[in-house]
């Protein structure tokens, strides 16, 4: 899924008025400011993340497919915002659980589903919109951890399985932060096979279409698991990688072989009461002739 949506919202200040451009993001989306007093008029605020650590574990629940999703968000805010709480949105994949923990520098942080009070607010991401949630913090210091903990279940698309992450990392790119670099840890505990990963467009192209870029992984197996491990290296001077789709086969999840066996056996079944029932009327039939 996705880095922090940091389409936090990123805060301007103009001729002394506030301009809050919301970024569409697939992570983190920059904050807004709630606070009653005003931000300083200073030079343009910014929100920088030099560096993400995303990490899946895929893995079967009650007989479906599931990611569990663990992201690590080192942010570092511009003096002129320390100390005022700030909006921070995040979309989340369909069917994510409502379980969601985050945390600001160690500290539970509450939250709400914007989606669900405002189904107007969806964001744009290769496999279909999803619903955006929404939290605020408070940074005291220019430095704060931010975690995110979800679970959702992985989608089937024709005969793969595949997944998402949101990554929109543009809103956290400027000239102090010119550079940022996803680092990815995701690992496999099913029965996978025909792994690809691509970079495709998302919520912050200026085109949408269905361009696919391979991703280059390292891949692992070891008792049964497969891990594959790749970076995404994002830079001001350059186009954003996009969003990273996940597509791949998996054999744990099954129809089962005996369902088979149930539709033969059930074809045989139907198939000999209809001789019988034949059999049975013909039998009547001649009867009543020879009468």
Known sequence: MAVFII???LVLLLAGAQIVNVASASSIIPPTNTSTAPLPTTTVSTISMPVEYINYTVSTINGSLWATVDGTYPLHFSSDMVGYQLSM????PPGTTSDIKITADGQPVNWSNLTQT?????HYTFLGRWPIIICTIQPNTPDLLMTIHYQHPIQQVNRSYAFLYDLNISPYLSDSSNGSIAYFNVRFDTETSNIHVYAVLGDSSVQRNDTKTPLYFAANRDKGTQTLTFNVTSSLSKPVPGDELFLYNDSTVQVPEFSLWIILIALSVMAILAATLAFTRNKF?????GT
């Open 7 to 9: 389409s936090a919202l």
């Open 89 to 92: 949105e995040y979309p989340t």
């Open 118 to 122: 405002n189904p107007e607010f969806t």
């Open 285 to 289: 039939r001649n009867a009543w002739c």
